[in-house]
């Protein structure tokens, strides 16, 4: 069965120290990694995707990597407002060998930044 | 700015009492999906429309229906919603169907009373 874990649960950082989020998954073919900032009430802001292992991604104090079993979002630096619940969402090859366009989330890291 | 847009943000109804919520696009994508997430869980999809193609999940109750009038506008009606529908209600989009980014709105949050 697909799956998606992401750990930490929860991260609480000072501002400025330095830390990584992880999303594993086992998945039967990835089509997609998807990384989404989600804000307490507000839809999911989109922040990365990345297709295949070694692939890397780069936005500000933020980095995703991406290997065969998992990837990672590091967080350089962090402010207070990159306080947020960060999700990790997988498209897979669906049974039949065809991609299925359905998104499997993990539950998330909820991350504060303390001053 | 391109962009997802939902109405209303909040929406109260009392039980039993048919809601529509409202999604529109301006990045006039071919794909449209409708999510439900419950406090501190991950989005669920309920159903999706590719263009005029409806496909409903095997799990999404049938009390949930869809419409989609045009490119740009999709619906999601509860016809009698249960104190277990009270969730936050997510619009996506995306360009393709498969290998795509989906792309949210903001949501809406519903309260069943």
């Known amino acids: 069965e697909d799956q998606v874990t992401q750990s930490p649960e929860a991260l609480r950082l000072q501002e400025g120290e330095s830390s990584s989020l992880n999303c594993s998954y086992t998945?039967?073919?990835?089509?997609?990694l998807f990384w989404y900032r989600q804000d307490p009430g507000k839809g999911p802001e989109f922040l990365f995707t990345?297709?295949?292992a070694g692939e890397e991604k780069e936005k500000e104090r933020l980095k995703a990597t991406l290997t065969k079993k998992e990837s990672f979002l590091h967080i350089t630096a962090p402010k207070p407002e990159d306080s947020a619940t960060y999700l990790c969402?997988?498209?897979?090859?669906?049974?039949?060998?065809?991609?299925?366009?359905?998104?499997?989330f993990g539950t998330g890291t909820l991350l504060a930044v303390q001053p | 700015d391109a962009m997802v847009i939902q109405n209303p943000r909040y929406q109260v109804t009392q039980f039993g009492k048919p809601v529509t919520l409202s999604c529109s696009q301006t990045?006039?994508?071919?794909?449209m999906y409708w999510y439900q997430q419950k406090s501190s869980q991950a989005p669920k999809l309920l159903f999706h429309?590719?263009?005029?193609?409806?496909?409903n999940e095997a799990d999404t109750p049938d009390n949930f229906q869809s419409r989609r009038p045009n490119t740009s506008f999709c619906f999601l009606d509860i016809r009698s919603p249960g104190l277990g529908d009270a969730a936050m209600y997510l619009c996506?989009?995306?360009?393709?169907?498969?290998?795509?980014?989906?792309?949210f709105g903001p949501g809406t949050r519903l309260t069943v009373l």
């Open positions: 996506a989009t995306s360009h393709r169907l498969v290998a795509d980014t989906q792309y």
């Open positions: 998945v039967s073919g990835l089509r997609g």
């Open positions: 990345l297709y295949s």
């Open positions: 969402a997988v498209q897979a090859l669906g049974f039949d060998g065809g991609a299925t366009n359905k998104l499997i």
């Open positions: 990045l006039n994508h071919n794909v």
């Open positions: 429309y590719y263009d005029k193609d409806f496909n």
